[in-house]
């Protein structure tokens, strides 16, 4: 029986290949097109915007049961002492009020821990969590060192249009950057209480591009190395041009290319993202 077995959710946006490598357990999200239903990793990127491009309204997306998570831990403690359960921000999803819910169920052996991210925001935290767990931390050792993560991740998201986060009700403090330039190239990154706030527009995809990077460079500061993830909806040049960047600029302890999965897209549309964390001289 392992110590601790790390838990998160499809809006990690991790790859199977990566969970299989750091026995990693996904509970996936869903959404709805019409009147046909979908896990996130049931379409590939290219068949969920073909698909989302045919229908009238945007998909409908939803979060995990409790009983879903009930299951799922269940089956994790029989080879597991406890679990450590990372999820997307609560100011992003009720999947993390689902996980909790589950978790009452099994005494203090469930650990839920809100990411306050998403996407590689909150990949990058599970990651080294499930890395810190393959070595024999304990579930306490596992939730202080998200906590102490979880404050250093630093993520941006470059959207094409505002359109869809406008119309899924997901654009909170955003919205002041709004008024009449849906056709504008705009900029969030995800606070410390976990929300979407403004960080730049720009006209062009070159211009946007550009400023991504100067946001990137002004969170890494005086730090030249760092943990790295480019994230991309139907913008793999747009993804290549930002690791390039970043690889000439820095010495990448670690990158990963991403793409976003249906249920983040789906809000989203077509755009890009750069999560990182700097890396001290004093952090292994």
Known sequence: MKDVAIVTDSTADLTPELCAEYDIVVVELGFSIGDRTYMNTDLTQEEFFAEMAKSPELPKTSQPSVGTFVEVYREQLERAKDIVSVHVSNQLSGTIESARE???????RVHVVDSLNL?????????????????????????KLIESL???VQ?????DSLENLAKGGR?????ALLGSMLNLRVMITVNK???????????????ALDETMRWVAGKMGDCHRGRFAVMHAMSPDKAEWLRERIASMYEVVEMHVVQAG????????????????????SDV
Request: net charge positive.
């Open 150 to 152: 979880r404050e250093r």
């Open 262 to 281: 249906p249920v983040i897209a789906t809000h989203t549309g077509t755009g890009w993202g750069v999560a990182l964390i700097p890396i001290e001289t």
């Open 155 to 159: 993520m941006i998201v470059g959207f």
């Open 102 to 108: 589950a978790a009452r169920q099994f005494g203090d």
């Open 171 to 175: 654009i909170g403090k955003v919205s």
């Open 193 to 207: 209480e976990g929300a979407f706030e403004p960080v730049a527009k720009s006209r062009g995809a070159k211009a």
């Open 119 to 143: 996407s590689f925001g909150e990949g990058i935290q599970v990651l080294q969590a499930a890395r810190a767990a393959a070595t024999g931390a304990t579930a306490q050792e596992v939730v």
